[in-house]
């Protein structure tokens, strides 16, 4: 299942598929044990792949992907919203408890939350039918100066990242603009950020 979500968040936001190798670095796992994993998911219909080339998950793939993915995102909701978590330190924790709820907690869940569409960070949450929706956006370090749009999701990668935008002001439906100097925030203020940050903020287009 962790093998199907990374594979999966790799490509939900570019378009590049993902390597052996880059698979081997997000999960920390030596390079020879992804490739044995790989070969399995290949054998149970999983995935398509081919000596030294990308792994792509096929439809069969995508679907469990999706089952993982939208357990994971819940529970960063529900940590959220329910349990008092910041945005910055859920994703270790849902990553345990996505492999424990059952179905029927993951479903009441879902029900006390009203049924969200995006988790704290704006990702998508796959419905329980694996419908999902996500919207039209480009990232801020790939705008043009003078691009301006509300923040649509942020990457979890880097919590240091997560905080210092909390510490700004800066969260989902945050509205702003790029400039050669920085991000114009509400109320005039510019901001001066780090190529990750950058890297990590996705603005409606």
């Not at 997000?26 to 790989?38: C, F, H, N, Q, R």
């Not at 969200?116 to 929706?133: E, F, K, T, V």
């Not at 510019?190 to 996705?202: P, R, Y």
């Amino acid at each position: 299942e962790d093998y199907l979500k990374t594979i999966y968040a790799h490509t939900e936001w570019q378009p590049e598929p993902i390597t052996p190798s880059a698979l081997a670095g997000k999960l920390g796992i030596a390079p020879s044990s992804v490739t044995e994993m790989v070969k399995k998911l290949a054998a149970m219909g999983l995935v398509t792949h081919v000596p030294y080339g990308a792994v792509r998950l096929n439809e069969a793939g995508t679907a469990r992907a999706l089952q993982v993915v939208r357990r994971h995102r819940l529970i960063e909701t529900w940590l959220v919203n329910e349990m008092g978590y910041t945005w910055d330190a859920v994703h270790d924790e849902a990553e345990v408890l996505e492999h424990a709820l059952s179905e029927r907690l993951l479903a009441a869940i879902d029900a006390r939350l009203g049924h969200p569409r995006r988790d704290p960070h704006g990702d998508p949450i796959p419905a329980a039918d694996g419908s999902l929706q996500r919207p039209a956006a480009v990232l801020l370090a790939e705008a043009a100066p003078g691009h301006r749009g509300a923040v649509v999701r942020i990457s979890d990668r880097d919590p240091a990242v997560l905080r210092l935008l909390t510490d700004n002001g800066i969260g989902l439906d945050t509205a702003l603009e790029l400039a050669d100097a920085g991000v114009l925030l509400p109320g005039g203020r510019m901001l001066a950020l780090s190529a990750e940050a950058l890297a990590s903020i996705w603005v409606s287009a």
